[in-house]
């Protein structure tokens, strides 16, 4: 029944370990999104597909690789992880670019 | 650049105590403004868009509303259980495909 959903819900991995964090959405929107929201709860934008088609990429570290295998998952991988990579990362979708709905987050400590 | 900037950063009222949430932003071509609440550990919820100025949204307690420089979620007689922070984000015509946030407001309501 989940609309978006994301595993795991806690990650806690080494630095310099590569982890991957996968999303799935039963909307049926065309639209996902990677989200990451620091300490003090700032959501920012990292990546958007269109329909397994790349159309946001903001300035994040190569090491962060989004794929998005159909329009229902979006999937993120991050390699080499560092200190500052410790945050919640949100996955989100929508059908047309404002009302998005977001999953329960992914929750990643960096030891 | 696109902006957003909410105020109070945190807000304790009592039970019954009315108040409101300010949302200021500064955007090319205002496309739409969007409030979500977000509950510790979750993803955010999504409550209202507004895509113009004069435009009011209800739901239960909350009332939004817009004006060209910044949007009032406004609580009446507020409830423990709409203790949440209360995100705002804008999207604007020169950034294609994504939401701008604030960096929200926590509001905690005592009984």
């Known amino acids: 029944d989940t609309a978006v959903s994301q595993t795991p819900k806690y990650l806690v991995t080494q630095m310099g370990n590569d982890k991957s964090i996968k999303c799935e959405q039963n909307l049926g929107h065309d639209t996902m999104y990677w989200y990451k929201q620091d300490s003090k709860k700032f959501l920012k934008i990292m990546f958007s597909?269109?329909?397994?088609?790349?159309?946001i990429n903001e300035t994040v570290p190569n090491r962060f690789s989004p794929k998005s295998p159909d329009k229902a998952h979006l999937n993120l991988h991050i390699n080499s992880l560092e200190l500052g990579d410790s945050a919640v990362y949100f996955c989100a979708s929508s059908q047309v670019v404002d009302t998005q709905y977001f999953g329960p987050g992914t929750r990643l400590t960096v030891l | 650049e696109d902006q957003v900037t909410q105020s109070p950063e945190a807000l304790r009222l009592q039970e019954g105590e009315s108040s409101s949430l300010n949302c200021s932003y500064t955007?090319?071509?205002?496309?739409?403004l969007f409030w979500y609440r977000q509950d510790p550990g979750k993803g955010p919820e999504f409550l209202f868009t507004?895509?113009?100025a004069g435009e009011e949204k209800e739901k239960e307690r909350l009332k939004a509303t817009l004006t060209k420089k910044e949007s009032f979620l406004h609580i009446t007689a507020p409830k423990p259980e709409d203790s949440a922070t209360y995100l705002c984000?804008?999207?604007?015509?020169?950034?294609?495909?994504?939401?701008?946030f604030g960096q929200g407001t926590t509001l905690q309501v005592k009984p």
């Open positions: 955007v090319s071509g205002l496309r739409g």
């Open positions: 984000a804008v999207y604007g015509s020169s950034n294609t495909g994504k939401l701008i």
């Open positions: 597909y269109n329909n397994k088609e790349l159309i």
């Open positions: 507004l895509y113009s």
